[in-house]
């Protein structure tokens, strides 16, 4: 059920249909197409039948690149604006100013020849960039000025002053870009995503080196003018401001050529403190953003039937419908939407948000408004998550960030992850701890007599058939009408399908037509099972997933969940962080649980107990005892 009715607070039945742009192509683009077709779609479609487009992940990389196109235009009028506070001088201010269009336009150029996009990397890189492209026009701006002022004419000026100075510039352009080029070669995950933003920003910055070595010294033995003497009020106030500057400047120069071991000391202190704050501050990875949705992902107890769970999500659709922010909701439970999370007893809720010009709270205000209205819902838990901007991997979880136990023994597997998700909710900062573990659903156990069924000529494919008549359903036939066809399906009423005890009334129908019931052929046993298995790997696993709580940072909750897990996962277990979490340790360029995997992949290689392992640099030892040996000593496997 969805709310498709824009804000009409009507529960509607609803078919939501999703897009997903192919590898290479632009989201903007494969947007615009599809909100293209809707028109024709809505003439082709019965009247009774509304089409509505609910989720735009357009809208927000527009908003996105809007505000950093502003931020740039912004940057250029500032970088301007002080050009001129400082030279005070129109032609002055031109002439580095041109070297801003000029820089950017062969940007854009390069832009399009390496197949790059005008996104919100390469937009902040050309931001950053504004600033670097002036500097090296000022430098040589300044030295022209210089030699204009000493009475050389401007084409004289021009020459002599960009002799002077071309290898300074050189060298800063050089030494700028070099500085983006580690950022070049990151790997990983943020490694591509940054790729574009080194490859532009360093492009920027060489061609304004360009820039600034041959437009400006032709704009100045063009263009410039420089005044001597009769200067107007603005230039004479100012520079009684920068000649005090000047005079300061001159002292604390002094003072520290003065106090050179001193200088010094404070230099390494400085030195020092910048690495003790790299440690403590605390580490994240990508910021949360406010993109005006969040989901709300729901779990019964194992073995609820839809029914119920159908029941119990209605109750959370409607705390959340009820809420001032809510514009509109997409609501569905179990189905392929939600087998990935777990199985049936599991549902999920899309909230679409009002603009954020429209309501008072951000996503994550929303999400701490609402997660105290769930404590007290019976039978249901809840879990709210605000979308990452970008998903990197991992697994579709109740939660953000994931941690995944792999193990070739199911039971210590399962046994370590109860234990482990227990002593994980001591550690502060997280929020909705889960776990997709599901081995206690109930299950019905039919064992067939297959020596008294023989006798009565019934065999297992009969009984299988019933079985698959009862709760298929089966499709026995189709009425054909004037313009449709309508399929025929044999079930179970409702009430005997929910109810065990109606499995006794199942017959059978044996070669002579005679039906025999199945009491007389099985016996039904009903205990608990696993509702899913999931792999990892091709190794059993379990899946933990987690949020931080305000105020608390991804580094430190990931530093504490592993000190824990070292300390509680036996040696056949072996422990990796998924999806963010996991990018975040790549960035980070650390290998927590790497000895905990190891672990799990000797067990699973030789079947026997661990001693110990330790990583030291780059080598890692392992001691195993025990190992399993075939005849003649030789070990099984290596």
């Not at 249909?17 to 293209?36: I, M, R, Y």
């Not at 235009?73 to 001088?89: E, M, Q």
């Not at 000649?243 to 001159?250: C, F, I, R, T």
């Amino acid at each position: 059920y969805g709310d498709l009715a824009g804000g009409s607070k009507d529960l509607e039945r609803a078919v939501f249909l999703s897009v997903f742009k192919q590898p290479g192509t632009n989201v903007v683009e494969v947007c615009d197409a599809v909100k293209a077709m809707i028109p024709n779609l809505r003439e082709q479609i019965p009247p009774g039948i509304s089409l509505e487009l609910r989720s735009d992940r357009s809208v927000t990389i527009r908003e996105s690149v809007a505000d950093v196109k502003f931020t740039l235009l912004l940057t250029i009028a500032l970088v301007v604006l002080v050009i001129f506070l400082f030279l005070r001088n129109l032609s002055a201010t031109i002439i580095p100013s041109l070297a801003l269009p000029a820089s950017i336009l062969a940007t854009f150029a390069v832009m399009y020849v390496l197949n790059f996009s005008l996104d919100n990397l390469s937009l902040m890189a050309l931001t950053l960039a504004v600033g670097f492209v002036v500097d090296d026009a000022i430098v040589m701006l300044e030295n022209i000025v210089r030699h204009m002022e000493m009475g050389k004419p401007p084409m004289q000026a021009a020459f002599e002053g960009s002799k002077e100075v071309a290898f300074t510039i050189v060298s800063m352009t050089i030494s700028l870009a070099a500085v983006f080029i580690p950022v070049l070669f990151m790997g990983g995950i943020l490694g591509r995503l940054f790729r574009e933003f080194a490859v532009t920003i360093c492009v920027a910055i060489l061609i304004s080196g360009v820039v600034s070595v041959t437009l400006t010294p032709m704009l100045c033995s063009r263009f410039l003018r420089v005044k001597h003497g009769g200067h107007g009020f603005l230039y004479r106030l100012t520079e009684k401001f920068f000649d005090g500057m000047l005079k300061v400047y001159d002292v604390t120069l002094q003072v520290v050529l003065k106090q050179r071991a001193l200088t010094m000391l404070v230099g390494l202190a400085v030195i020092v403190g910048t690495g003790y704050m790299f440690v403590i501050v605390p580490k994240g990875f990508i910021p949360d953003q406010d993109t005006d949705q969040l989901t709300v992902t729901t779990e019964a107890a194992q073995g609820t039937s839809f029914d119920q769970m159908s029941q119990l999500q209605a109750k959370v659709a409607e705390i959340v419908r009820k809420n001032e922010n809510v514009d509109a909701m997409v609501s569905s439970v179990g189905g392929s939407g939600s087998a990935t999370l777990g199985g049936p007893n599991f549902g999920q809720i899309v909230v679409h948000l009002k603009p954020r010009s429209e309501r008072k709270m951000l996503v994550t205000q929303v999400i701490d408004q609402l997660r105290p209205q769930f404590d007290d819902l019976p039978g249901m838990r809840v879990y709210l998550q605000n979308p990452p901007t970008i998903r990197i991997g991992g697994q579709v979880s109740k939660s953000l960030y994931q941690m995944t136990l792999v193990s070739p023994n199911k039971a210590d597997l399962y046994k370590t992850a109860e234990e482990l998700k227990k002593a994980l909710e001591d550690v502060p900062g997280l929020d909705d701890l889960s776990s997709d573990l599901a081995i206690s659903s109930p299950q019905i156990n039919v064992t067939i007599d297959r020596d008294r069924a023989a006798s009565v000529n019934v065999n297992a494919n009969s009984i299988e058939n019933a079985f698959y008549d009862a709760y298929g359903p089966r499709w026995v036939s189709t009425i054909f009408a004037a313009t449709n066809q309508y399929k025929v399906l044999l079930e179970l009423k409702p009430e005997f399908q929910r109810d065990p005890r109606a499995l006794s009334m199942l017959y059978f129908k044996a070669q002579n037509n005679q039906l025999i019931p199945l009491d007389s052929l099985a016996t039904v046993k009903q205990e608990v099972g696993p509702q899913s298995i999931s792999h990892f790997g091709q190794l059993p696993a379990v899946t933990l997933s987690f949020n931080l709580k305000p105020g608390y940072s991804l580094g430190d909750v990931v530093q504490n969940v592993q000190n824990v897990a070292k300390d509680l996962l036996p040696p056949s277990v072996g422990v990796n962080f998924q999806g963010a979490a996991k990018a975040f340790e790549a960035v980070l360029e650390t290998e927590p649980g790497s000895v905990d995997a190891l672990r799990g992949l000797a067990a699973m290689a030789i079947n026997g107990p661990w001693m110990r392992g330790e990583v030291e640099g780059t080598q890692v030892k392992v001691a195993v005892a025990e190992l399993p040996l075939l005849p003649g000593g030789c070990p099984r496997r290596h």
